[in-house]
C-alpha cells in the first residue's frame, strides 16, 4: 500500500465513521440491539459501494427477511431510507477516494454523470470541491438533510 493509499484509506475510514456516527446519533430510539442492526445495514450497503440495485439482498446481508421489512425497521427508528443510506454511502466513497470519479464510476458500472449529480445533489457542492474540504463539512452537509422517508421531489437519495 502507497503512502497516497493510506492517506485515502485512513480518510474513508474517518468519513464512513463520522457518517455512521451521525447516523447512529439520529435516531431516537436505537438501543443496543438495534444499534447492531444499524452498523449491519451500512455494513451491507458499504460492501455494494453504496449502489442499492437489490434492496433485498441488502436486506438479507442486514438480518431482515425482505426489503419491507428493513423499510419499517429505519423508518420506526426515525432513520433515513435504505435509498438515501446507500446515497450517503456511495458519496462518502467517492469524497474519500483519490481516484477520479470518472475511473470509480465505471469501475461499478455507473455512469460517470449519475454519480456526479447524485454527489451535488446530495452535498450541493461538486466531489472535486469536497475532497478539498474537510471532512467534516461534508458530513455536516449530509447530516442537515432530512433523515424522513418523505416523498417530496428531492426525497431519493
Do not use: Y
Request: a positive charge; proline letters at 2%.
Amino acid at each position: 500500500m502507497t503512502r497516497t493509499d493510506e492517506s485515502a484509506s485512513g480518510t474513508a475510514v474517518s468519513i464512513m465513521g463520522r457518517l455512521r456516527d451521525h447516523i447512529v446519533r439520529a435516531a431516537a430510539s436505537v438501543d443496543g440491539a438495534d444499534r447492531a442492526r444499524v452498523h449491519a445495514i451500512l455494513e451491507a450497503l458499504t460492501a455494494h459501494r453504496g449502489l442499492l440495485r437489490n434492496a433485498d439482498a441488502v436486506a438479507r446481508e442486514s438480518g431482515f427477511a425482505s426489503r419491507h421489512q428493513l423499510h419499517r425497521f429505519l423508518k420506526s427508528r426515525g432513520l433515513p431510507s435504505v435509498r438515501r443510506l446507500s446515497g450517503w454511502i456511495r458519496v462518502a466513497l467517492l469524497a474519500s477516494s483519490g481516484d477520479p470519479v470518472e475511473e470509480l464510476a465505471w469501475s461499478d458500472g455507473v455512469d460517470p454523470a449519475v454519480d456526479h449529480r447524485r454527489f451535488r445533489r446530495l452535498t450541493g457542492m461538486t466531489c472535486q470541491t469536497a475532497r478539498a474540504s474537510d471532512v467534516a463539512a461534508l458530513v455536516g452537509r449530509l447530516a442537515t438533510q432530512e433523515t424522513g422517508t418523505g416523498r417530496g421531489h428531492h426525497s431519493r437519495g
